[in-house]
């Protein structure tokens, strides 16, 4: 802090300071604790077999010059109960790439009539995807933790500051 600055400025900007850090700490673990609930939702999605019945590359043109981006898209058949449904849901979420290879990649793990597994909604057997969501967000909250824990040390320093 700067010497000639009155002790309840530098206790105020410590404050704000603490205050700003706590406040995004803690929103941006709210928002990776509700992405790791929503992907925890697919635990209990039932494994069922399934076939590959179609699988392509989308491109999708991009405003304004921007590069080009790939989608990767299928279609498959599976059994839920003795009963058959088809899907085009790879993954809760539309993923896209600017990396066309990465999407070959993908799309060469689920080729045309490759047998495979997919997750059902036990309450809706015509919901079904090829691959969960991961987790990981529920793992890197320590992250933005760190950071709501150092704004709140400083809000507790600046308010013992201030009183003293």
Known sequence: ???????NRRSGLLL??????LVLGLSFCLLLWRGYLAAKTYDLWVEAPATVLASWIET??????????????????????GEPFVSTRYTDLAK????????????ANYAVGK????????DDPREA????????????????????????????????????
């Open 129 to 164: 995807l090829l691959k969960k969501p991961t987790k990981a967000p529920g793992y890197t909250l320590w992250f933005p933790g760190l950071f709501a824990v150092a704004g709140l040390g400083m809000c507790l320093v600046a308010i013992r500051r201030r009183h003293r």
């Open 60 to 81: 999708e043109s991009q405003p304004g010059g921007e590069p080009d981006r790939y989608a990767f898209r299928v279609r498959y058949r599976y059994l839920w109960q």
């Open 115 to 122: 047998n495979t597994v997919c997750f059902v909604n036990p």
């Open 16 to 21: 704000l300071l603490g205050v700003s850090l």
């Open 1 to 7: 802090m700067v010497e000639g600055m009155p002790r």
């Open 96 to 107: 896209n790439s600017r990396h066309r290879r990465r999407i070959e990649r993908r799309q």
